[in-house]
């Protein structure tokens, strides 16, 4: 089929919309959406660049096989990761469903409560919802269920390369299973991503429980033009006037910072967004670039968007990004995703980012103007001191930076996604969701509903009877005179938290508000006359209210850190072998500016003369060893727990490690042969993950983990967190 046919396929109403917004043609992913929907029953996976017109593509024929059908429930359900994204989407699509009678529905926990009851008195049309609110409706609207989603069309699931890996997309598939038990099938899916390393793991994700065929149509990337910049600065006070003192009037180091005035002057003129890998960094680099833009007696244009802000501030910097206005937005990666937000023309990056699938999602913000992609990364580093330890010479994050675009520009490499094998937080929560929602189970019959959800197929049955018992023992859950199982007293307490619906971490947070406005939350309680940073700007506590967790606030002038803990993801091996190969070449990059030229020569030096050209371990002097293996985060832990099982045998001791950029230690054997040793070891042992870790560790990763046998959680870890080919296979690489 050809484009005009595809269009006579479409409804009049779709038809009109292509016409109204001046389309000439139909894109090659539409044409491939619409053949899979209209002429198959299969699920489907849309891999395309952003900005391709994904959403378009699968909404088209949707619409024009519902139009007219007027189902007496939700038809389409969709599913995103972020409120942000559901509300962008839920202007477009109903937008294009304003004249076909078709009702659009949003439900999240911004959403209003008339606007829910809408839905809840007459389902049908698109209901677009996040996992939360959806594992809220399967626990407390579960008689409604059948009347809500009883003619179930489609699923459509947004962005699913940030929740392949994850619990939390493993809880949507745990929903859709539920779901397809209580209305007697499963409709279709759609997943939707601008980024997926692994097409094939992606449809067995996709496909779970379905009993489908999952079709993955393959659509020509879109060329376009990309100009990408790198640039490094050095931490340090240039001024000339040294009776001025920064801690005395911080105000004047600003004006010494060359790294943050370079970042401004890239970004004040276009419309720009500056992402940060957390929240703590983008708070400060939106303080700093506001302060510049005091001192210099520039309009403050500057805005800020991260998870602990309130919805109306967040709103406020997607508003200000769709108007034709210059504006800067600081972010973390919660404007990453798949959000319409106008014609950025320029996105810079503090630092590296972690993947390349991030620094893919983050270069796609850009260039629908300008027809030109542009991303700047910037990188600020401490200048070393003459007594800095060697491996410290070394600017890791830059090198990290520049390995992510080589790989994607020689390589075309994408991170693929990760499958659990014991994703024991989420099997903890779905236990007392299914019983929260359908009161008392066999224990049977129970294990029977857990064993029915497609995440845990590689779960032993063993294992969920041990933690059902402990469940049992620590009254989250209770056995009733028949032998039924039913909420026990600390599982009421859970499930009745609205926070329980989350499969990610949470804080016991405090809500901080100005006057009438809500700014934000924070994690923990600043006295009274303390300051803190939030929504780029600094507060002064008025008032506790620590019954009702408000913080009362007024702004203050000036700039500070904020902490929060954050988990800032996995590094695949493949970034480290291209850092690897960046340092031991002399290729160069053009997109490297001055100062990170230089910079990346200087650290070649270092690398060369060092001598870790030849060999991964290397003196230090006296007996410190530094071990530099080139493994991704998982294979490096693995490594590490191995060199600290097997120390006694290998006479190392004061382990210690960066990242996974290399680890010291302490050892009076010769450095060629302590690798030797190493070698010989790792590649005659039979290497067993469990074996590696100790009866007396409790590895707390995700929120229910601490709900879980310390013996579970051994083997969750040692099956989820570490693996032992990689490092074999670096070790017999070595010579």
């Given at each position: 089929m050809d484009s005009s046919q595809i269009f006579y396929r479409f409804s009049p109403l779709v038809q009109d919309f292509i016409y109204a917004n001046g389309w000439e043609t139909i894109r090659p992913i539409q044409i491939e959406a619409a053949k899979i929907i209209f002429d198959t029953n299969d699920n489907l996976i849309l891999s395309s660049d952003t900005a391709s017109g994904k959403t378009e593509a699968v909404f088209f024929p949707?619409?024009?096989?519902?139009?007219?059908?007027?189902?007496?429930?939700?038809?389409?359900?969709?599913?995103?990761?972020?409120?942000?994204?559901?509300?962008?989407?839920?202007?477009?699509?109903?937008?294009l469903l304003r004249d076909s009678g078709i009702p659009v529905f949003h439900w999240h926990g911004d959403v209003a409560a008339s606007h829910k009851n809408k839905l809840l008195k007459n389902p049908s049309g698109v209901l677009q919802i996040t996992p939360e609110s959806l594992e809220s409706m399967l626990m407390n609207k579960h008689s409604d269920i059948i009347r809500l989603f009883g003619r179930l069309r489609f699923v459509i699931i947004d962005e699913i390369h940030t929740l392949m890996s994850a619990d939390r997309g493993n809880q949507i598939l745990c929903q859709l299973d539920r779901i397809a038990e209580i209305i007697g099938y499963h409709p279709r899916r759609i997943g939707l991503s601008a980024t997926i390393g692994n097409l094939e793991k992606a449809r067995i994700w996709l496909t779970g429980n379905s009993g489908r065929n999952t079709a993955v149509p393959t659509v020509p990337s879109t060329k376009h033009r990309v100009r990408l910049a790198v640039e490094h600065f050095y931490i340090q006070d240039n001024s000339n006037n040294r009776e001025i003192s920064p801690a005395e009037h911080p105000e004047s180091a600003i004006a010494i910072d060359a790294g943050y005035e370079y970042i401004y002057d890239c970004a004040k003129d276009k419309k720009s967004i500056v992402f940060s890998n957390s929240r703590e960094e983008t708070e400060y680099v939106t303080a700093t670039l506001r302060q510049i833009a005091s001192n210099r007696g520039d309009e403050d244009i500057f805005y800020i968007h991260h998870g602990n802000l309130s919805a109306a501030i967040r709103e406020e910097a997607e508003q200000k990004l769709k108007t034709e206005q210059k504006c800067v937005a600081c972010a973390t990666v919660t404007l990453e995703l798949g959000i319409d937000i106008g014609k950025i023309e320029r996105i810079l990056n503090v630092g590296a980012p972690t993947t390349v699938s991030s620094f893919l999602q983050r270069l796609g913000r850009s260039g629908r103007k300008t027809g030109i992609s542009e991303l700047f990364m910037v990188f600020r580093e401490e200048k070393p001191l003459p007594d800095t330890p060697l491996p410290q010479l070394i600017p890791w994050e830059l090198i990290r930076g520049i390995a992510v675009i080589q790989?994607?520009?020689?390589?075309?490499?994408?991170?693929?996604?990760?499958?659990?094998?014991m994703p024991l937080s989420l099997m903890f929560q779905q236990t007392l969701s299914i019983l929260a929602s359908s009161g008392e189970n066999t224990p049977k019959r129970l294990a029977e509903k857990i064993f029915s959800l497609s995440p845990f197929s590689h779960v032993e049955k063993e294992d969920y009877r041990e933690?059902?018992?402990s469940m049992v023992k620590n009254e989250y859950v209770e056995m009733t005179e028949s032998k039924g199982l039913i909420l026990g007293l600390r599982g009421e307490k859970l499930t009745k938290s609205f926070k329980f619906y989350a499969v990610f971490k949470d804080?016991?947070?405090?809500?901080?508000?100005?006057?009438?406005?809500?700014?934000?939350?924070?994690?923990?309680?600043?006295?009274?006359?303390?300051?803190?940073?939030?929504?780029?700007?600094?507060?002064?506590?008025?008032?506790?209210?620590?019954?009702?967790?408000l913080i009362y606030v007024h702004p203050v002038p000036g700039k500070m850190q904020v902490a929060w803990p954050g988990d800032y993801g996995e590094i695949h091996t493949k970034v480290l072998e291209m850092m690897y190969k960046i340092l031991t070449s002399d290729k160069e990059y053009p997109y490297l500016k001055p100062n990170a030229k230089e910079r990346l020569a200087a650290a070649r030096r270092v690398f060369q003369n060092a001598g870790m050209t030849q060999t991964m371990l290397i003196s230090l002097g006296g007996n410190t060893k530094c071990l530099l293996p080139w493994l991704g985060t998982r294979s490096f832990r693995t490594l590490r727990k191995y060199l600290q099982t097997n120390a006694a045998y290998f006479g190392i001791y004061g382990l210690e490690y960066d990242g996974c950029y290399y680890m010291t230690f302490k050892c009076e054997k010769d450095a060629e042969e302590l690798l030797r040793m190493i070698q010989r070891k790792i590649t005659r042992d039979t290497i067993e993950t469990i074996d590696l870790v100790g009866k007396s560790e409790c590895p707390i990763f995700e929120k229910y983990d601490p709900c879980i046998p310390p013996e579970l959680l051994r083997r969750a870890y040692a099956a989820d967190k570490l693996r032992t080919d990689e490092m074999k296979r670096r070790f017999r690489l070595e010579r």
């Amino acid at each position: 089929m050809d484009s005009s046919q595809i269009f006579y396929r479409f409804s009049p109403l779709v038809q009109d919309f292509i016409y109204a917004n001046g389309w000439e043609t139909i894109r090659p992913i539409q044409i491939e959406a619409a053949k899979i929907i209209f002429d198959t029953n299969d699920n489907l996976i849309l891999s395309s660049d952003t900005a391709s017109g994904k959403t378009e593509a699968v909404f088209f024929p949707i619409i024009s096989e519902m139009e007219g059908s007027f189902g007496e429930s939700v038809e389409v359900l969709y599913i995103a990761p972020l409120k942000s994204l559901i509300n962008d989407q839920f202007e477009r699509i109903d937008t294009l469903l304003r004249d076909s009678g078709i009702p659009v529905f949003h439900w999240h926990g911004d959403v209003a409560a008339s606007h829910k009851n809408k839905l809840l008195k007459n389902p049908s049309g698109v209901l677009q919802i996040t996992p939360e609110s959806l594992e809220s409706m399967l626990m407390n609207k579960h008689s409604d269920i059948i009347r809500l989603f009883g003619r179930l069309r489609f699923v459509i699931i947004d962005e699913i390369h940030t929740l392949m890996s994850a619990d939390r997309g493993n809880q949507i598939l745990c929903q859709l299973d539920r779901i397809a038990e209580i209305i007697g099938y499963h409709p279709r899916r759609i997943g939707l991503s601008a980024t997926i390393g692994n097409l094939e793991k992606a449809r067995i994700w996709l496909t779970g429980n379905s009993g489908r065929n999952t079709a993955v149509p393959t659509v020509p990337s879109t060329k376009h033009r990309v100009r990408l910049a790198v640039e490094h600065f050095y931490i340090q006070d240039n001024s000339n006037n040294r009776e001025i003192s920064p801690a005395e009037h911080p105000e004047s180091a600003i004006a010494i910072d060359a790294g943050y005035e370079y970042i401004y002057d890239c970004a004040k003129d276009k419309k720009s967004i500056v992402f940060s890998n957390s929240r703590e960094e983008t708070e400060y680099v939106t303080a700093t670039l506001r302060q510049i833009a005091s001192n210099r007696g520039d309009e403050d244009i500057f805005y800020i968007h991260h998870g602990n802000l309130s919805a109306a501030i967040r709103e406020e910097a997607e508003q200000k990004l769709k108007t034709e206005q210059k504006c800067v937005a600081c972010a973390t990666v919660t404007l990453e995703l798949g959000i319409d937000i106008g014609k950025i023309e320029r996105i810079l990056n503090v630092g590296a980012p972690t993947t390349v699938s991030s620094f893919l999602q983050r270069l796609g913000r850009s260039g629908r103007k300008t027809g030109i992609s542009e991303l700047f990364m910037v990188f600020r580093e401490e200048k070393p001191l003459p007594d800095t330890p060697l491996p410290q010479l070394i600017p890791w994050e830059l090198i990290r930076g520049i390995a992510v675009i080589q790989l994607y520009i020689e390589e075309k490499f994408i991170e693929p996604p990760s499958v659990k094998k014991m994703p024991l937080s989420l099997m903890f929560q779905q236990t007392l969701s299914i019983l929260a929602s359908s009161g008392e189970n066999t224990p049977k019959r129970l294990a029977e509903k857990i064993f029915s959800l497609s995440p845990f197929s590689h779960v032993e049955k063993e294992d969920y009877r041990e933690l059902l018992i402990s469940m049992v023992k620590n009254e989250y859950v209770e056995m009733t005179e028949s032998k039924g199982l039913i909420l026990g007293l600390r599982g009421e307490k859970l499930t009745k938290s609205f926070k329980f619906y989350a499969v990610f971490k949470d804080s016991e947070d405090y809500s901080v508000k100005h006057e009438s406005e809500e700014i934000g939350t924070i994690s923990s309680p600043p006295p009274v006359g303390d300051r803190f940073a939030l929504a780029g700007r600094v507060w002064e506590v008025e008032e506790l209210d620590l019954t009702r967790k408000l913080i009362y606030v007024h702004p203050v002038p000036g700039k500070m850190q904020v902490a929060w803990p954050g988990d800032y993801g996995e590094i695949h091996t493949k970034v480290l072998e291209m850092m690897y190969k960046i340092l031991t070449s002399d290729k160069e990059y053009p997109y490297l500016k001055p100062n990170a030229k230089e910079r990346l020569a200087a650290a070649r030096r270092v690398f060369q003369n060092a001598g870790m050209t030849q060999t991964m371990l290397i003196s230090l002097g006296g007996n410190t060893k530094c071990l530099l293996p080139w493994l991704g985060t998982r294979s490096f832990r693995t490594l590490r727990k191995y060199l600290q099982t097997n120390a006694a045998y290998f006479g190392i001791y004061g382990l210690e490690y960066d990242g996974c950029y290399y680890m010291t230690f302490k050892c009076e054997k010769d450095a060629e042969e302590l690798l030797r040793m190493i070698q010989r070891k790792i590649t005659r042992d039979t290497i067993e993950t469990i074996d590696l870790v100790g009866k007396s560790e409790c590895p707390i990763f995700e929120k229910y983990d601490p709900c879980i046998p310390p013996e579970l959680l051994r083997r969750a870890y040692a099956a989820d967190k570490l693996r032992t080919d990689e490092m074999k296979r670096r070790f017999r690489l070595e010579r």
